[in-house]
């Protein structure tokens, strides 16, 4: 069955940068879209950035575009989220999600979320 | 940017009810590309409705999705006690993709 099991998350300083992992199984990685979206406390959902299959095309909100960097590793089936230069308003949960038809997809199958929080 | 709007923000109603809830456009969203998600507390949210009308796989058919003009409905036929959690609708037709502020579906 499809599985996308997410790591990563943490309490970091303003400024500072960590990575997201989002790992894949159950599908063929290489043949899906993929996606970012992330959950502010009590708050609605936020698309972040989207990756093609090859890497060819990457499309970010513009609430990140600059400082997070969207990747993919297709041998390993492992999805990243690089956030640099963070911000109190950066924290929330994070969740990575297939989108199996390209980027006019809806997404199907969503990680469990990791919990990202900017504070000193 | 496609600023989706979705009414009512809470809706209350029992189990064995029928639930409508209701995304309105900023602008123009192809049918194609409206989807409904359902998350209830702590989880991540599920796809239930794709293409406007078509349920994901595995999703209960009392769950339903329609388009009137420029407007997006989901419908739930009859409310289980399963169902009480917050919906939301996204669109990804343009970029960025968005999603709507959310209807909490409660008892």
């Known amino acids: 069955q499809v599985q996308l099991v997410q790591s990563g998350g943490d309490l970091v300083k303003p400024g500072g940068s960590l990575r997201l992992s989002c790992a894949a199984s159950g599908f063929t990685f290489s043949d899906s879209f993929m996606t970012w979206i992330r959950q502010a406390p009590g708050k609605g959902l936020e698309w972040l950035a989207y990756?093609?299959?090859?890497?060819?095309?990457?499309d970010y909100a513009d609430s990140v575009k600059g400082r997070f960097a969207i990747s993919r590793d297709n041998a390993k089936k492992i999805l990243y989220l690089q956030m640099n230069t963070l911000r109190a308003e950066d924290t929330a949960v994070y969740y990575c999600?297939?989108?199996?038809?390209?980027?006019?997809?809806?997404?199907?199958?969503w990680g469990q979320g990791t919990t990202v929080a900017v504070a000193s | 940017e496609i600023v989706l709007t979705q009414s009512p923000d809470t809706l209350s109603l029992s189990p064995g009810e029928r639930a409508t809830l209701s995304c309105r456009p900023s602008q123009s969203v192809g049918a194609t590309y409206l989807a409904w998600y359902q998350q209830k507390p702590g989880q991540a949210p599920r796809l239930l409705i794709y293409?406007?009308?078509s349920r994901a796989t595995g999703i209960p058919d009392r769950f339903s999705g329609s388009a009137s003009g420029a407007d997006f409905t989901l419908t739930i036929g009859r409310l289980e006690p399963e169902d009480f959690a917050v919906y939301y609708c996204?669109?990804?037709?343009?970029?960025?993709?968005?999603f709507g502020q959310g209807t909490k579906l409660e008892i």
């Open positions: 996204q669109q990804y037709d343009k970029s960025p993709y968005t």
């Open positions: 293409g406007a009308n």
């Open positions: 990756i093609s299959t090859s890497n060819s095309y990457i």
């Open positions: 999600a297939r989108a199996p038809f390209g980027s006019h997809s809806a997404f199907d199958f």
